[in-house]
């Protein structure tokens, strides 16, 4: 099967990490800065000589409690028991299709969408369709979306919650809305229909590689023995690891800071487009860690890509983010999460330059075309 992922786009991106002074727009990252260094390494050095053993299938039970109580505040009827720990949040997705979607032909995506879901979809041979159309199954982030940054409106997810099929809910921002408000998950309403998915890599760290899956309780054995037969276990070390560290630490306060740490480089992020690229259509975010912009400019967005690298800027082009994998119109997401708010109006001074550059190049080429 053709991949879905445009190798050029990888290798540029590869480049843009390896060239210094380049400002990345792109890759959706934490910010470094976030991650709690000398907490963590106090907690491994609490660890006891169990971090260092083979653990159950479904993960420590001291996690698994923490991830259920939380959603327990948040309305969910969810139990310990309920809980599978998974190496990071794509994990728990792959397992959710390998149970959730054996029968299906088709699942129902948004609009732009999370790349990685949609490779690991098409990569199980399910067919992609739009919102409007009929699907066996739908994946959502109801809270905040990548790569929008903004919320399904209420109507949407009660006609999701309505319809026929299983609903897999990707919740991996839900806890960095800038305004704290963490509505009810879908979870807590069709227990029975959802595959529920979370993850610590945004909240945290993602290098712990911890996330977790609910699952509808009649998928609960095939869902521990589908994690036994990928790799028996999450990883102990970095299960214990951030039990201590959760143990030890007020993790609402953290979550507090983060959400006005984000916030700060979004408003950041939204002023510069405003001022520098007006003609960029987007609607500002709510949380999560990106903005999705959208022109009205034709082309090949890789092409783009390559421009903004040579005026020293990098972004994720929207093909990958779109179901259909269509260049045009160009579009692309804008992750203000790794900039410092100080460097965000050069990059987008960087990125209009660029964008200039692009639509006079492709409509040159277009006239020439024209013309022959």
């Known amino acids: ?25 792109a890759g959706g990252l934490p910010a470094p800065q976030t991650f709690p260094m000398e907490a963590l390494a106090h907690a491994l050095g609490r660890a006891g000589s169990d971090a260092l053993q083979y653990d159950w299938p479904e993960g420590r039970e001291a996690l698994r409690a923490f991830v259920a109580e939380r959603l327990q505040r948040r309305g969910a009827s969810v139990e310990a028991d309920q809980v599978l720990i998974t190496n990071g949040a794509q994990q728990a997705l792959d397992i959710a299709v390998q149970i959730g979607c054996r029968h299906s032909r088709g699942i129902r995506v948004p609009r732009a969408c999370y790349p990685g879901a949609l490779e690991l979809f098409a990569a199980r041979g399910l067919q992609l369709v739009s919102e409007d159309a009929p699907a066996d199954t739908s994946y959502v982030m109801p809270v905040v979306e990548n790569p929008t940054g903004i919320a399904v409106p209420r109507p949407a997810l009660d006609a999701l919650l309505q319809g026929d099929g299983y609903v897999i809910e990707d919740d991996a921002y839900a806890e960095l809305r800038f305004d704290g408000r963490t509505p009810p998950p879908l979870l807590a309403t069709k227990p029975e229909r959802v595959f529920y998915v979370g993850t610590f890599s945004k909240t945290l760290c993602p290098g712990l590689r911890v996330g977790w899956l609910v699952t509808p309780r009649r998928f609960r054995r095939a869902a521990r023995r589908a994690k036994r037969l990928i790799d028996l276990q999450a990883n102990t070390l970095a299960q214990c690891v951030l039990e201590q560290y959760l143990a030890e ?7 507090t800071w983060l959400r006005r ?3 700060e480089r979004a408003a950041a ?21 990106s903005v999705w912009a959208v022109t009205e400019e034709r082309g090949d967005d890789v092409e783009f890509l390559a421009t903004a690298l040579r005026y020293g800027v990098s972004v994720d082009p929207g093909r990958d983010f779109r179901p259909s994998g269509d260049s045009e119109p160009i579009a692309f997401r804008l992750a203000f999460s790794s900039l410092p708010p100080e460097r965000m109006d050069e990059a987008v ?17 277009e006239r020439q075309r024209r013309a022959v």
């Open 261 to 263: 740490f984000y916030a």
């Open 1 to 25: 099967m053709r991949e879905r992922l445009d190798s050029r786009i990888d290798r540029l991106q590869r480049r843009c990490v390896a060239e210094p002074g380049v400002l990345s727009l």
């Open 349 to 365: 001074a960087r990125l209009a330059r660029a964008f200039r550059s692009f639509a006079r190049a492709h409509r040159h080429t």
């Open 269 to 289: 992020l939204v002023r510069a487009l405003r001022r520098r690229l007006p003609s960029v259509s987007f609607v500002e975010p709510e949380g999560g860690f």
């Open 249 to 255: 630490n007020d993790f609402e306060q953290r979550l």
